[in-house]
């Protein structure tokens, strides 16, 4: 009937397509396929602020053979060092995959043929446990997965070794170490105290009690609301703490459960506290009920102030008895300063008919937290929002964004001088293909956000610009900071669209400097897989690829990256690293730094071709006869006197910073002179 | 790892910018070293247990009954949105509602093809089976939220402003009730323990409020 009223002059075919399944739902249920969407490429929505262009059709990224261990790669300004399968526990069935490759393909199904449940099982690829985010603490590096957690010995990158796996199923084992302290967030519904793998079974003999009547003036399809299910008492949700002094054979110490468990958490450390290490919790599950966990509410905050919807959750970790680690506070960040309403960051109101209102489920996805300014930047729901967590307990909100080319707001990075956020926006959460040259470069792209004065600014949107097939998940993901002197410089994860090392040192003018891509994890079908997370540590950056395992990389000189500053950013050396908890780069004093300056000045030509070689000759001259020329303290006299009249800001900044390094003479990092 | 090196050399080139296309044929495909330890670790307080690499593996679990129906059920309440913005090509005349309807356009039907494949790879049906093939819609099963006949008829008729109106009210009635079905699943005993399931239904929750986010805001804006 629909059909009917829909104009015949509707030129678009793939509206007369939907328009004559209209008349046969259940077709139209069953076989709205993805070519529909591919067949109407949207227009691309105005933006504001710079976009970063899609890559033309002789990107190398583009047309890559697909296979799980076999596909085709294409790399610049990155080199695959070496690669680790998934071990036992979390590999993938390579029996399962090869039977799903061998079977013909299924014939179309026709939605209106009676099927029972429970029919015949076609092979199913299996492509193991899945594998999530990464935590470095000494030599060792920790990989979560949705099973548990792999520990690498990374004391030789190109010979990573695994040590130990840890099994304890919960997705999503968002990861973080602290000493001999592992935590691990739990979230899914099969998370047990005791790691078991088996889930939960419904208890025999269980009766599910009757249900309540439906509420008045529900709408239609809505009335019904099934039994809740049994309180168990073996499930954890929230966060699992783990004794690793003995690394092969770690210890479950603590649960902390939480009643939105832990879709992700942020180590937080006090400078001020040095008896306790602290713990934000980001929640986006349902609410658990509270006979599972006493004093759990999902009810709106106007009916009980108590909900745990619009909050995270802050635990406290007492080091000496971090067994003992409990919340301590779920702090209302959503809150309305003036009005008191809890849900303050929403600003639409009720719109009458067919909106009756709905608890909006707010949450944090993930908060990075940058305590060497005091500040953590939060991805929240419909929301990017800045805290000032000089009192971790007490996270205050003083800023926050929102942008309607942003379906999700997902996790944040600060640059190093604290100027710049890059927010990422995971549209469709991480499970579709988002980078096709059909999907707009602003959306599920990364937002570039300028901070000053504790106010957020709209600059720009990144997104990796190498179209991707249908096949291959995609969109913005987990990044770290590439510690190059003088830059913003970030390596961040695509899922399938691999790695994209992006600068943003204008943060209005983002630039793609280096890739890694790998054909889709299987050829023909869609296979959930590629990089969850991609960071630098320690000269070399590690990937935890989904389906495929761990893949170590270094950078190799481009003209977007000389080897002078991939040295440079070697000087940086960390003892622990969890990204979300943001540390503070300082660099040596070095020769190798201020090479990288010199570099970064010729690149963007601040100085004129013979003061860098002038430059670089002094130096060379200090390094070969380890003495301390004096020509270096009026090179920097002078370059501190050309800063203030450089056209661009970065630039200034560098010179000044070279102009220190050649008055205190430099430190070979190597001689120690 | 002989291989790994043979890659390195391979892929290390003297251009100021390396680009390799090569078919990496060489990833390291053999399991761990039988030595590493597998470790189960007990409940706090409890001893742990050490696994074999065949033990750790555990097993597959079929999926809950209310699962099944969850995905089933969602097929058809996704396809119930792309009818709602197939009409917006030609209905709406706001460029921010057209690209919002986009945006819902493209994630419900990446989300359908998702959901087809989950069943297929399950051995399940891609809908409830039904006692008579051709039903019409009006004895339809109705998810939560689902517009009526009358309002589809409704939103068919109308045209411009009135058009966007309709589309967002019903959207946001039609994903709400999106939410209320992942808020079932979660309530029902045994259900979406499948870690594929439990992150696509956070997807769904996810980015669906986000949705409606902005939809309140152009209704807001409408307003003014």
Redesign the interface.
């Given at each position: 009937?629909?059909a009917r009223?829909?104009?015949p002059s509707?030129r678009?075919a793939?509206?007369l397509a939907?328009?004559l399944?209209?008349c046969?739902?259940?077709l139209?249920?069953?076989q709205?396929?993805?070519s529909?969407?591919a067949a109407?490429p949207?227009?691309p929505?105005?933006s504001p602020v710079y976009v970063n262009p899609r890559s033309g059709p002789d990107d190398?990224r583009i047309g890559?053979?697909g296979g799980l261990?076999?596909?085709?790669?294409?790399?610049?300004?990155l080199?695959?060092?070496?690669?680790?399968?998934k071990?036992?526990?979390?590999?993938p069935?390579l029996a399962s995959i090869a039977a799903v490759d061998a079977a013909p393909a299924?014939p179309p199904?026709d939605?209106?043929a009676?099927?029972?449940?429970?029919?015949?099982?076609?092979p199913?690829?299996?492509y193991g446990?899945?594998n999530s985010d990464l935590a470095f603490g000494g030599k060792y590096l920790f990989s979560g997965n949705?099973?548990g957690i792999n520990f690498y010995d990374i004391s030789d990158p190109?010979?990573i070794k695994?040590?130990?796996?840890?099994?304890?199923?919960g997705?999503?084992g968002d990861v973080s170490v602290y000493g001999h302290l592992l935590f691990m967030s739990v979230e899914?519904?099969?998370g047990r105290?005791?790691?078991?793998?088996?889930?939960?079974?419904?208890p025999a003999g269980?009766v599910?009690p009757a249900p309540p009547p439906a509420e008045p003036g529900a709408?239609?399809?809505?009335a019904?609301?099934?039994?809740?299910?049994?309180p168990s008492p073996d499930r954890v949700k929230g966060v699992r703490i783990?004794d690793i002094t003995d690394i092969?054979?770690?210890?479950?110490?603590?649960?902390v459960q939480t009643c939105r468990g832990s879709?992700t958490h942020t180590l937080v450390i006090d400078p001020k506290d040095k008896d306790n290490v602290y713990i934000y919790v980001s929640g986006?599950?349902?609410v658990r009920p509270s006979e599972e966990l006493a004093g759990c509410s999902g009810a709106d905050p106007t009916v009980d102030p108590d909900t745990a919807l619009f909050t995270i959750v802050v635990i406290k970790v007492p080091l000496a008895h971090p067994?003992l680690a409990k919340i301590v506070n779920s702090p209302r960040i959503f809150t309305d300063p003036v009005t008191g309403n809890m849900n303050g960051l929403?600003?639409?109101?009720n719109?009458?008919?067919?909106?009756?209102t709905?608890s909006?489920?707010r949450g944090c996805?993930d908060i990075t937290v940058y305590s060497a300014i005091g500040l953590a930047a939060g991805a929240c729901?419909?929301n990017g929002i800045l805290l000032d967590i000089s009192d971790p307990v007490n996270p205050k909100r003083i800023d926050a964004v929102?942008d309607?080319n942003?379906?999700?707001w997902h996790s944040a990075n600060f640059n190093n001088a604290g100027t710049t956020v890059l927010f990422t926006d995971e549209?469709?959460?991480?499970?579709?293909?988002?980078c096709r040259a059909t999907?707009p470069m602003n959306?599920g792209a990364d937002a570039i956000f300028k901070l000053k004065g504790g106010k957020l600014t709209l600059a720009s949107y990144y997104k990796m610009p190498a179209p991707q097939t249908e096949l291959e998940n995609c969109v913005a993901h987990n990044g770290s900071m590439i510690p190059v002197p003088g830059r913003d410089i970030e390596v961040q994860s695509w899922y399938q669209g691999g790695v994209s090392i992006v600068d943003y040192t204008d943060a209005s003018h983002p630039v793609e400097i280096g890739y890694f891509d790998?054909g889709p994890v299987d050829g023909t079908?869609?296979a959930?897989g590629g990089q969850w997370s991609t960071y630098w540590y320690n000269g070399y950056i590690y990937g935890s690829e989904i389906a495929?395992g761990i893949d170590v990389f270094k950078l190799?000189?481009?003209?977007?990256l000389t080897q002078n500053e991939i040295d440079a950013a070697n000087e940086v050396h960390f003892g622990e690293l969890n990204v979300q908890n943001q540390p503070k780069v300082t660099w040596p004093s070095s020769f190798v730094v201020a090479k990288a300056y010199i570099d970064q000045l010729a690149r963007s030509n601040a100085l004129a071709p013979g003061q860098v070689s002038a430059l670089n000759a002094a130096i060379a001259k200090a390094e070969a006869t380890h003495s301390k020329p004096k020509e270096l303290k009026a090179m920097a006299a002078k370059l501190d006197k050309d800063a203030n009249t450089a056209k661009v800001s970065a630039d200034a900044d560098r010179m000044h910073a070279l102009a220190e390094i050649l008055k205190q003479g430099g430190t070979d990092a190597k001689t120690g002179l | 790892m002989e291989d790994f090196v043979s890659l390195r050399f391979l892929l290390v080139t003297t251009a100021l910018v390396s680009l390799s296309a090569a078919t990496a044929s060489c990833q390291q495909t053999d399991a761990a070293p039988a030595s590493t330890p597998i470790v189960q670790p007990g409940a706090p307080g409890h001893s742990n247990k050490m696994l074999t690499p065949e033990t750790a593996a555990g097993q597959r679990r079929a999926p809950t009954e209310a699962d099944v129906k969850f995905m089933q059920g969602m097929i058809m309440h996704h396809g119930q949105a792309v009818q709602m913005t197939a009409l917006l090509k030609t209905r709406s005349h706001d460029k921010q509602v057209q690209e919002l309807g986009e945006r819902i356009n493209i994630s419900q039907t990446d989300e359908m093809r998702y959901m087809k494949q989950w069943l297929t790879d399950r051995g399940e049906p891609l809908s409830e089976p039904m006692d008579m093939p051709g039903m019409d819609m009006s004895s339809m099963p109705m998810m939560p939220g689902m517009l009526t006949q009358k309002q589809m008829e409704a939103l068919a008729k109308a045209d411009g402003p009135e058009f966007d109106h309709l589309f967002l009210t019903g959207m946001i009635q039609h994903h709400t009730g999106a939410l209320t079905m992942v808020k079932d699943l979660y309530a029902t005993p045994g259900a979406g323990q499948d870690p594929y399931l439990f992150d696509f239904t956070t997807d769904v929750d996810n980015t669906q409020q986000a949705e409606i986010d902005i939809m309140r805001g152009l209704l807001n804006k409408e307003k003014q």
């Open positions: 009937m629909i009223l829909t104009s509707s678009s793939v509206t939907f328009a399944s209209m046969f739902p259940a139209c249920a069953a709205g396929g993805p529909a969407a109407t949207p227009a929505p105005p190398p890559l053979k261990y076999d596909a085709g790669e294409a790399a610049s300004g080199e695959r060092v070496v690669s680790l399968p071990p036992p526990g979390f590999a069935d299924p199904v939605p209106n009676p099927r029972a449940r429970g029919g015949p099982q076609g199913r690829a299996d446990g899945t949705y099973n190109a010979k695994l040590v130990t796996s840890l099994v304890c199923p997705g999503q899914a519904a099969n105290l005791d790691c078991g793998t088996q889930g939960f079974a419904i269980y599910p709408p239609a399809g809505a019904r609301r099934p039994p809740p299910p049994p783990f092969a054979n770690p210890k479950q110490i603590a649960d879709h986006s599950a349902g067994e929403w600003k639409g109101g719109h009458g008919e067919g909106t009756q709905t909006m489920t996805h729901s419909g929102s309607p942003y379906a999700f549209w469709g959460g991480g499970g579709q293909p988002r999907d959306w790998r079908r869609h959930m495929r190799v000189p481009s003209k977007y | -």
